[in-house]
């Protein structure tokens, strides 16, 4: 599969940002999940 995607007359490309807003500031994300995260 290619660099971009297509239907009949539309070609696009997806790419998504994924932002945490967790309601208090004590931490959720641990481990290896929480550094991954935050390493990129």
């Not at 971009?4 to 997806?14: G, I």
Request: include cysteine.
């Amino acid at each position: 599969m290619g660099l971009y995607r297509s239907s009949s007359h539309v070609y696009w490309r997806c790419k998504y940002h994924i932002v945490w807003t967790p309601k208090y500031r004590f931490r959720i994300l641990r481990d290896k999940l929480g550094k991954e995260l935050y390493r990129t």
